[in-house]
């Protein structure tokens, strides 16, 4: 047996000197048997590594596009498209800092030159009188007739819904008579409606409605949870007024018994809104106590019922009211404020404007 003792050293590996004892290349050997598997692995991390470099591609357009985006999609962006602002390319400057100007879209190109005849000079107003002290005004005695001659004429009927059913009841008489307002005290007016319902009810032949009152209270009562008792639409609203109720309104209440209740104000009355420092109250002048037999208006009969109620509201002696003629002054300590509103009819009748106080009168302020 011939052995060589030459070898390769191609022939060698890590683990020693291949076909020393053979005198064949073992290690070319297994790579040829392997060859086919090898390239199967090669291919299998080309693709990966392909896959790693598109994933960092995708990753480099994602953030361009989130980029983008934001700088022209955003409406936080100054640069955003879908802004209008974006296609403002037109800016407008001013040559005096009295003047800003600013510019469309759509301005045209151009300049523009202002002429100032006079400039403007600082406002004051000064009052004509003392900052604190009397508020003043002037009665005008043909709006105040005509403000209690539309009290007398207006129509009072009380119209109730029962069962499908309609039952008018005629107020009228209760607050006025022969063209007069009627001398009853609220509670005997009080029992004059109660009375006028029922026996309206009883005669459209209504058994399971009955009307009652306590304490200046009207209560509507149903016995029969089957037929409530509505306050129908058709209700004049002076009669609506003076009871307390709305068009609308509705009997309610668990069983078989549904009540409805109400406060009455019962007298014909002249309201006048006055505040004195933060205090609101509203004055609410009786127009029997102003109006003479004649049917005219009784100007001091006037002044002293805007007395005594504003009395009764804020106190006696926190107000003085006086009459010189047809001028009408609330007076106040020194220091205080009085401010009237209400209605532009009660106002103008009162002749003061709404929201006009003692410490600037609106109509006696001049500019400087």
């Known amino acids: 047996m011939n052995i060589s003792n030459t070898y390769s050293s191609k022939a060698s590996s890590s683990k020693g000197f291949s076909g020393i004892a ?67 390319l037109m800016s407008a400057t001013s040559a005096t800092s009295a003047f800003k100007v600013s510019a469309t879209s759509s301005a045209p190109a151009g300049a523009t030159k202002i002429k100032v005849e006079r400039l403007a000079t600082n406002t004051k107003l000064t009052s004509g009188s003392a900052v604190s ?47 007069a307002f009627t001398a009853y ?23 399971t409605a009955s009307a009652s009152v306590r304490d200046g209270v009207l209560t509507l009562t149903s016995t ?78 006037f002044r002293q019922a805007l007395q005594d109620e504003a009395d009764r509201t804020h106190g006696a002696g926190q107000i003085a009211v006086a009459l010189n003629g047809n001028s009408l002054e609330l007076g106040v300590a020194p220091g205080r404020k009085v401010l009237v509103g209400g209605s532009q009819e009660a106002l103008k009748a009162a002749g003061f404007k709404n929201g006009q106080s003692n410490k600037i009168g609106i109509d006696r302020k001049s500019v400087v």
């Open 22 to 88: 053979s005198g064949m290349d073992t290690d070319s050997m297994v790579e040829a048997m392997l060859a086919g598997t090898q390239a199967k692995i090669d291919k299998q991390q080309g693709l990966k590594q392909q896959a790693l470099w598109k994933q960092e591609l995708y990753r480099e357009i994602i953030t361009q596009i989130n980029a983008f985006q934001s700088k022209f999609f955003s409406t936080t962006s100054g640069t955003n498209l879908l802004s209008r602002s974006f296609y403002n």
């Open 133 to 179: 002290g009397k508020l003043a005004g002037n009665v005008d005695a043909a709006a105040l007739k005509a403000l209690v001659d539309g009290e007398l004429a207006a129509s009072r009927n009380l119209v109730l819904t029962v069962d499908g059913r309609d039952v008018t009841v005629d107020l009228g008489d209760v607050f006025v008579q022969d063209g």
């Open 224 to 301: 029969d949870a089957e037929k409530a008792v509505k306050v129908s639409a058709d209700s004049d609203a002076a009669a609506l007024k003076a009871l307390g109720l709305s068009a609308g309104k509705v009997t309610s209440g668990s069983g078989t018994v549904l009540t409805l209740s109400s406060t009455m104000s019962l007298k014909s009355t002249f309201d006048l809104d006055v505040t004195l420092d933060d205090s609101k109250k509203t004055l609410r002048l009786e127009m029997r106590r102003f109006v003479t037999e004649s049917g005219g208006i009784d100007l001091d009969g």
């Open 185 to 207: 005290s609220d509670a005997q007016k009080a029992d004059l409606i109660k009375d006028k319902i029922n026996a309206q009810l009883a005669a459209d032949g209504v058994t």
